[in-house]
């Protein structure tokens, strides 16, 4: 097997029990029930452990260590630890209920009921990174702080886990619910009451680690476009608009542009391409640049260059103007890159009106969900 990261090896020191199929006290006479209770005793066991370490974190570094931060740095680093510890406490509560045969919930249940409760771990992992930073930091400029963790960390654990690699434990702990339960479900008979139940709690947390991972890779792309916005100067986007208004980052880099109204010069720049528009910029020292002029991309269109092309640089296109006012005349140093810069700008164009889109008399606008939505068609997470 790969070697195991760090935060897998505090995981499975915390949550994990090795249980031995003998220890299962129901097991019947058939193997794969036996091989199924086992898998559902691993599934409540980790959890019950899941819930000793979050009431660790609660109990032994958050409480200690409120008196040392500002309320701001305690939110940030125990941000949901609380509520996490609250749900779970609930959930394990479920599930241990689901194996009592006198009650009429099934371990499918817990999970589709529950699920709704977890989608909070989109902005706990999102904010890990951040929460881990500020520990890091703190650690570093404040001895009291530094010394209050050490203590904090040895009175815990005999100072074995850091409180940053605690803190990955819900991460960790989260995205292995659809592992676990398609362990289960190989070991669930198709004809057992919970099949189809489990089937759907399956795809159920399959959404919510999908939903998790894009919110944090959301959150990772607007810390990108913040700080692009921090290093330009002059940037003159409409009132109450901000880069990241414009959607995800596409592509970035240097380019020759040719404005065929501004006298034909050629002039390098720095441009990047968001899904909304391509904003062109002059590199200055250090990844610092000035802001040039951005283009609205839904009021361009592509051009390739004549196949017959000969100029000084063949890898050249245009981008035009959809009432022919202004065109653009963009070169790369190569084939490659050439092909490369006019996929992200067909991307763009194409995240903003579907090419699909012309087969229905919908109207695509591109939006930002303030809060979690659910798909009305296929009832999934909207990602990110």
Not at 115 to 127: A, L, M, R, W
Not at 246 to 265: A, M, T
Request: hydrophobic letters at 35%.
């Amino acid at each position: 097997t790969p070697r195991r990261t760090r935060e897998e090896d505090v995981y499975e020191d915390l949550c994990y029990v090795t249980l031995r199929v003998n220890e299962v006290p129901a097991a019947a006479p058939t193997a794969p029930l036996e091989k199924r209770d086992y898998c559902i005793k691993e599934l409540i066991e980790t959890e019950k452990n899941y819930i000793e370490a979050l009431n660790m974190i609660t109990r032994d570094f958050m409480r200690p260590l409120k008196d040392v931060l500002t309320p701001e740095e305690n939110e940030i680093i125990f941000k949901h630890i609380k509520e996490l510890a609250e749900t779970h406490t609930g959930f394990h509560a479920d599930l241990h209920k689901a194996c009592v045969s006198s009650q009429h919930l099934k371990i499918s249940d817990c999970f589709l009921r529950w699920k709704e409760k977890f989608i909070v771990y989109g902005d706990y992992c999102s904010n890990l990174p951040k929460a881990q930073e500020q520990i890091d930091e703190l650690c570093s400029k404040k001895q009291l702080v530094n010394q209050c963790v050490l203590n904090c960390q040895q009175k815990a654990n005999d100072g074995k886990f850091k409180l940053r690699d605690l803190l990955s434990v819900p991460m960790q702990r989260v995205l292995k619910y659809h592992l676990l339960l398609k362990e289960l479900m190989k070991n669930t008979a198709e004809g057992h009451e919970d099949h189809h139940g489990l089937e759907k709690a399956l795809q159920s947390m399959l959404d919510l680690a999908h939903y998790i991972n894009e919110v944090k890779r959301d959150n990772e792309t607007l810390q990108i476009i913040a700080d692009i916005q921090a290093s330009i100067t002059d940037v003159d986007l409409p009132q109450n608009m901000e880069l990241k208004d414009y959607g995800r980052l596409l592509k970035d880099g240097e380019l020759k542009i040719k404005s065929h109204d501004d006298n034909n010069k050629i002039k390098n720049r720095y441009i990047f391409i968001f899904d909304r528009m391509m904003l062109m910029c002059k590199s200055t020292k250090g990844e610092q640049y000035i802001y040039k002029s951005a283009l609205a991309l839904c009021d361009y269109r592509l051009e390739n260059a004549p196949a017959n092309a000969r100029m000084a640089t063949r890898y050249y296109w245009y981008l035009v103007h959809v009432e022919n006012r202004t065109a653009y005349t963009m070169y790369a140093k190569t084939e490659e890159m050439k092909k490369k810069w006019i996929e992200a700008i067909e991307k763009a164009m194409d995240n903003i009106n579907p090419s699909v889109a012309k087969y229905t008399d919908h109207q695509f606008i591109m939006h930002t969900f303030k809060v979690p939505t659910y798909c009305a068609d296929c009832n999934k997470l909207l990602p990110g």
